[in-house]
């Protein structure tokens, strides 16, 4: 298992569909274990709490984890219909009975963008962030934030992606990274896994085709435990999903579960937390946002990890479409 992060930081997002009433607000969640009654489901509680806002609302921002678990880098995301930013800003975790200090700083992205691929967790210098969406357009751009010295700089590389947006994307090791699916050059949601690597620097990548997903699918949530990443929800391109695939990194091989959420959604939030919980929150049911969180336990079964549902009492604050997540 990954090490233990107790907290989801849940930020921004927006209210209703289509960028309309973007939030400021960051909340954070946290499981606890109420009863675990043998053949019964695990019975959960979640916790939460307001603990800051954003300078400015922000729809589908980029964010990073820095600093030792202590530190938030949020970039882009947007303001409103059609209105992107490129501003970056920090936040900075404090006690838990402290709320967290947001800075914005001076740097900006080289294009304002939602929607786009990133790993919060990668925890080197240099942030990629993959595609994206920018007012009336999907991109194909790579923006690199690079954090390696006090003037954080942003950067964007000459070589090009398809264009991609509602992609995930993971972070596998040393320069390594995969993308799963994605809305694919403003024409159809792709159920292609792409593999890029960056050279030493990042100033370049190479692109590979790494096989395909059991169905196409955009504005999904996914998380790694071990070898294993779990694809969560989304949108095929005709409806909201509420399957979950199961990919193993080293055979290449997937599958869907028969475990499904409880409520369709796209445009969620995914972690694993206390080490054994897969918590899924907020998004779209292609009708409302919504506040529910879902959780499952994940069981190892003679190395073959499975999800149990977990019976839930509580739920977010306040209903969220598209908001961004980083677990701490």
């Not at 992107?84 to 404090?94: C, K």
């Not at 947001?102 to 939602?114: H, R, Y």
């Not at 009336?136 to 954090?147: A, F, G, K």
């Not at 929800?233 to 509420?242: E, R």
Request: one cysteine or more; glycine letters at 8%; hydrophobic letters at 35%.
């Amino acid at each position: 298992m990954l090490r233990s992060f107790k907290y989801l930081y849940i930020i921004g997002g927006c209210a209703l569909a289509t960028e309309r009433e973007p939030l400021r607000s960051i909340e954070r969640i946290r499981v606890e274990n109420v009863e675990n009654a043998g053949s019964s489901p695990t019975r959960i509680k979640i916790i939460s709490e307001k603990c800051g806002e954003l300078s400015v609302p922000r729809r589908s921002s980029s964010c990073f984890l820095i600093d030792n678990r202590k530190e938030i880098l949020v970039a882009g995301g947007c303001t409103g219909p059609n209105q992107h930013t490129n501003s970056i800003e920090l936040l900075e975790i404090r006690e838990e009975n402290e709320g967290i200090v947001t800075q914005l700083l001076k740097e900006v992205m080289e294009i304002g963008a939602s929607c786009s691929g990133f790993d919060s967790e990668f925890n080197e210098n240099h942030k990629p962030i993959f595609g994206g969406f920018e007012a009336h357009s999907c991109l194909d751009e790579v923006q690199i934030i690079d954090t390696s010295d006090s003037m954080w700089k942003c950067r964007k590389l000459g070589k090009k992606l398809p264009k991609i947006k509602n992609s995930t994307v993971l972070w596998v090791s040393d320069r390594e990274f995969i993308m799963f699916g994605g809305w694919e050059d403003e024409q159809r949601t792709t159920k292609a896994i792409r593999r890029i690597e960056f050279n030493v620097d990042f100033t370049d990548y190479t692109e590979d085709f790494a096989g395909f997903l059991p169905y196409p699918v955009e504005g999904h949530s996914s998380v790694r435990v071990g070898s294993t990443v779990f694809l969560i929800g989304g949108f095929d391109g005709c409806f909201v999903l509420d399957t979950i695939i199961k990919y193993d990194l080293e055979s290449k091989k997937s599958e869907i579960l028969k475990t499904k959420l409880s409520e369709k959604r796209e445009n969620h939030v995914s972690a694993v937390l206390s080490d054994k919980y897969l918590v899924i929150a907020g998004g779209w049911n292609s009708r409302r946002s919504l506040d529910d969180v879902e959780v499952f336990e994940i069981q190892n079964n003679g190395g073959d990890l499975e999800l149990a549902r977990c019976h839930v009492d509580g739920k977010l604050l306040i209903a969220r479409n598209r908001p961004t997540g980083v677990r701490a």
